[in-house]
């Protein structure tokens, strides 16, 4: 068997994500079979999936876990199955363009993965791998981004290990705590998988990730696709990225209008915060390339429409360039950050 593509969503309100990423890479890479995980799906989905070409349906995969924690007990069950080339992609990742020209030359001991977002904290080092106990063996500059993985049999004994460190009673406790109040090393998967990689054992795979801006458009909040990256896609060209990723709060989660957000009992700073969030999500390059499958996901998407003020002005003035319209927010957002890093302000801890 040869190239796989393996999609998990475990949430009914997330399938939405699924949908989008599943109609993308059918449109941009129609030959690739995809593989959706998907635990006691609505029978809504279950028949909008299996309606489609070139896609498998699994729901009853013994996993023992769940979320983001899944990675290493997928893939490695892909690869057991026969399957020569793994590729992970998260349910919140809308394909742009053909991905499969960063995979030609690859050879079976590479990983391929991505940079995390511009903003990540404690970028790249070695804390992660010394805090889990493990000895350096290399250093990477960013840290690693598991939105994207590939994967083949070179690497079973790296996902085993990625695997048990997930299955650690310590991690598992750090889980059951909210996101804030986690130590760094234990903030998620891909902190783990970071001080994996970096240690002695494993510093032999190669690894090679997708640039954020230029491979990967990384939508951590407004400048999560920073307003450098989004002028170097304008110079360059190129326009967006073949892979644009929602990270943190999704689209179709946001407040459904700014009156409600108004006629809302919360405080003034949160329902300020509440606005910043949906301006975001309807200015966002994701939930602009998402509009174009509005029709194939066969379900209301009203999170599609710009309806804020704010929002349509900002589209009108940048003509719906699903660079630019969110231009302003992000140059604002970076602004903000920017303060916050040169503060010192840091919502994880060291250890």
């Known amino acids: 068997m040869s190239m796989v593509v393996c999609i998990y969503e475990d949430r009914d309100k997330n399938l939405i994500g699924v949908k989008l990423t599943v109609l993308s890479l059918a449109r941009h890479c129609p030959t690739l079979p995809i ?7 609505p029978a809504t989905f279950r028949h909008w999936a299996e309606s489609l070409p070139n896609v498998k349906l699994i729901s009853d995969e013994n996993l023992g876990v769940s979320g983001w924690n899944v990675k290493p ?20 990742i809308i394909i742009n363009n ?7 030359n690859l050879d079976e001991h590479t990983l391929l993965t991505t940079q995390d977002n511009y903003w990540g904290q404690y970028q790249g080092g070695t804390h992660r791998t010394v805090t889990w106990g493990l000895t350096p063996g290399r250093t990477f500059s960013t840290t690693i981004n598991t939105g994207i993985l590939r994967v083949t049999p070179q690497h079973i004994d790296m996902l085993k290990e990625w ?13 059951r705590q909210p ?5 760094l090393h234990m903030l998620g998967d891909q902190e783990v998988l970071t001080a994996l990689l970096g240690s002695v054992e494993f510093s032999h795979v190669p690894v090679k990730m997708l640039k954020r801006g230029i491979d990967i458009a990384q939508c951590f909040g407004p400048a999560g696709y920073t307003p450098t990256e989004r002028l170097q896609s304008l110079i360059t060209g190129k326009g967006l990225p073949p892979f644009i990723h929602s990270m943190g709060y999704k689209p179709w989660q946001m407040t459904p209008s700014a009156a409600a957000i108004d006629n809302s009992n919360d405080s003034f700073k949160k329902r300020l915060r509440t606005y910043y969030s949906h301006l975001h999500l309807q200015l966002s390059p994701y939930t602009s390339i998402a509009r174009e499958y509005r029709k194939e996901i066969e379900e209301d998407a009203p ?3 710009v309806k804020s003020l704010t929002g349509r002005l900002f589209e009108i003035l940048s003509n719906s360039h699903p660079i630019l319209q969110g231009f302003p927010l992000a140059l604002f957002d970076a602004g903000v950050r920017h303060v916050r890093r040169f503060l010192g302000i840091a919502r994880y801890r060291l250890n």
Request: glycine share 4%; with cysteine; hydrophobic share 35%.
């Open 163 to 175: 695997q048990k460190m997930l299955n650690d009673p310590g991690y598992m406790e750090a889980q």
């Open 98 to 104: 053909d991905f499969r020209q960063h995979f030609e």
């Open 179 to 183: 996101l804030y109040n986690r130590p």
């Open 303 to 305: 999170w599609m429409d």
């Open 73 to 92: 007990t997928i893939l490695l069950h892909r690869l057991r199955e026969g399957y020569t080339e793994v590729v992970w992609i998260d349910s919140d």
């Open 35 to 41: 593989i959706i995980i998907c635990p006691q799906p």
